[in-house]
């Protein structure tokens, strides 16, 4: 029987000044360390930002600082948007600060403005991982470095148009477009950049790129690893839950993918308690559930092909560590089209 230890309690405001600001721009102070991110993000990272491109010849120690500083918050910064596109954090005179965040700061930390929405809330949750999503991992042999390599190349030239495609099939022309109309200005920004301000572009612009998509295909392949070829669609048997981690402190509980899946507007401060009331329901449908590992590290054990670990870690099947291997193991099939 495995104790849930992460964050059921949100951050509180330390001072009057940040309990007002809270108060007056959020429609719930549960999500007060949204304004801590943005605040870290607009204080210290944007400066880094204008100071390199302002500078004839930025020097290439100022830009891996701008690196070390993104990728302090990276993790934070992403889960911030997760939530902000989930459901309305700010109260409406302030929903600028959604239009600044995804215009000015997601760039800075390799996103592109309205990508991320379309394919996520577009794409994703409605196909729940299955065949028509742009980014589903069930065509692929999961513990296969070479598969993935192949799903991340796609992810990096092809998946904007994949999305595209998907999006114009359900009639989304309006999110189509400006989806596209994101991307592409990023796209041209980079081109100009990197002929004008080329070391500048390329620290605080495409590097981060790079580093993001990366890292996004690495969470979504461990979040999704592990499938039921038997039912595909179910969420409890598509997805995994990781649970007490430092990941999860830092990045609003995001390990509970499975409760994310089931409740994708469920507040990040609830999802414990979720899994809390369910677990006879997680047991019964047989949920992958890990503990002190995160999507990330479960993706290195799998190219790794070490599913000793992933057995140590596993906390929802016990009994003997090579039974636990071998079922693991049937969920990483890869299922074709139909």
Not at 77 to 101: A, R
Not at 184 to 194: E, P, R
Not at 204 to 211: A, D, K, M, Q, S
Request: with cysteine; hydrophobic share 45%.
């Amino acid at each position: 029987m495995y104790a849930i230890e992460d964050p059921v309690v949100a951050s509180q405001p330390r001072l009057g000044l940040s309990e007002r600001v809270a108060q007056t721009v959020l429609r719930n102070e549960r999500d007060f360390d949204f304004l801590v991110v943005l605040t870290t993000a607009s204080v210290f990272l944007l400066p880094i930002a204008v100071v390199m491109f302002a500078l004839p010849n930025p020097p290439w120690w100022l830009g891996v600082i701008h690196l070390v500083v993104m990728l302090n918050i990276l993790d934070r910064f992403i889960l911030m948007n997760h939530n902000m596109i989930h459901y309305p954090v700010f109260k409406k005179e302030y929903k600028w600060i959604n239009t600044y965040t995804e215009w000015v700061l997601m760039p800075l930390f390799g996103m592109t403005p309205r990508t991320y929405f379309a394919h996520h809330i577009g794409m994703h949750h409605p196909e729940n991982n299955g065949v028509l999503d742009a980014s589903s991992t069930m065509r692929f042999q999961r513990d296969n470095p070479f598969h993935f390599l192949r799903y991340l190349t796609r992810f990096y030239f092809i998946s904007i148009f994949d999305v595209a495609r998907y999006m114009m099939k359900k009639n989304r022309t309006k999110l189509t477009r400006q989806m596209l109309t994101g991307e592409l200005s990023i796209y041209a920004l980079f081109a100009v950049t990197l002929y004008f301000k080329p070391i500048a572009a390329l620290f605080v612009l495409v590097l981060p790129f790079v580093i993001t998509r990366f890292l996004m295909m690495a969470g979504n392949w461990g979040q999704h690893a592990f499938i039921d070829t038997a039912d595909p669609l179910n969420a409890y048997k598509n997805a995994i839950t990781c649970i007490n981690t430092r990941y999860n402190r830092r990045a609003f509980n995001d390990g509970y993918h499975i409760a994310h899946h089931l409740y994708p507007r469920m507040h990040w401060t609830e999802m414990p308690q979720e899994l809390e009331r369910n677990r006879k329901r997680y047991e019964e449908e047989g949920a992958i559930i890990f503990e002190k590992i995160d999507f990330f590290i479960v993706w290195l054990f799998l190219m790794l092909h070490r599913y000793d670990w992933l057995a140590k870690f596993c906390v929802s099947h016990q009994g003997d560590k090579e039974e636990v291997i071998a079922f693991l193991k049937t969920r990483l099939t890869p299922i074709r089209e139909s």
